[in-house]
């Protein structure tokens, strides 16, 4: 069987690794998956930077099929870290700005709504 010796000099010490001839290819495609996946892969439930404007009246969320949401906008289900949304609740029409929550799109869960992270809110 054919090898492949590769050597290094470190200091006084010489290092050898012996390859076999499929070894690099599999070291390749091992590290261009790795890549790869690291690269495309977005957490899910995090707030991508997809982010679009939505006005309406907030609604205090019901009970859901999708179980996501604290609270929905027209036809998103929304959340929020840093509003209140409840305070909000009166007012007849809000304009929210949202990032798109990853994983929540187009009815992948559930067949439920777009899932929004509320980043500002104004009444208008």
Same mark, same amino acid.
């Given at each position: 069987?054919?090898?492949?010796?590769?050597?290094?000099?470190?200091?006084?010490?010489?290092? +050898?690794?012996?390859?076999?001839?499929?070894?690099?290819?599999?070291?390749?495609?091992?590290?261009?998956?790795?890549?790869?996946i690291?690269?495309?892969?977005e957490?899910f439930? +995090?707030?991508?930077? /997809?982010?679009?404007?939505?006005?309406?009246?907030?609604?205090?969320?019901?009970?859901?099929?999708?179980?996501?949401?604290?609270?929905?906008?027209?036809?998103?289900?929304?959340?929020? /870290?840093?509003?209140?949304?409840?305070?909000?609740?009166?007012?007849?029409?809000?304009?929210i700005?949202?990032?798109?929550? /990853?994983?929540?799109? /187009?009815?992948?869960?559930?067949?439920?709504?777009?899932?929004?992270?509320?980043?500002s809110?104004g009444?208008?």
């Amino acid at each position: 069987m054919f090898r492949q010796h590769f050597g290094m000099k470190i200091g006084n010490s010489r290092l +050898e690794f012996i390859l076999h001839p499929m070894q690099p290819l599999k070291l390749f495609i091992f590290f261009a998956m790795l890549s790869l996946i690291g690269t495309s892969c977005e957490k899910f439930g +995090e707030a991508s930077q /997809n982010c679009i404007t939505v006005s309406g009246q907030i609604e205090k969320q019901e009970v859901t099929s999708y179980q996501y949401g604290t609270h929905t906008i027209g036809d998103y289900a929304i959340r929020s /870290n840093v509003y209140d949304l409840d305070q909000f609740i009166l007012e007849p029409i809000v304009l929210i700005e949202g990032c798109r929550i /990853n994983g929540y799109q /187009n009815g992948a869960v559930e067949g439920g709504p777009d899932y929004l992270e509320v980043t500002s809110i104004g009444i208008q």
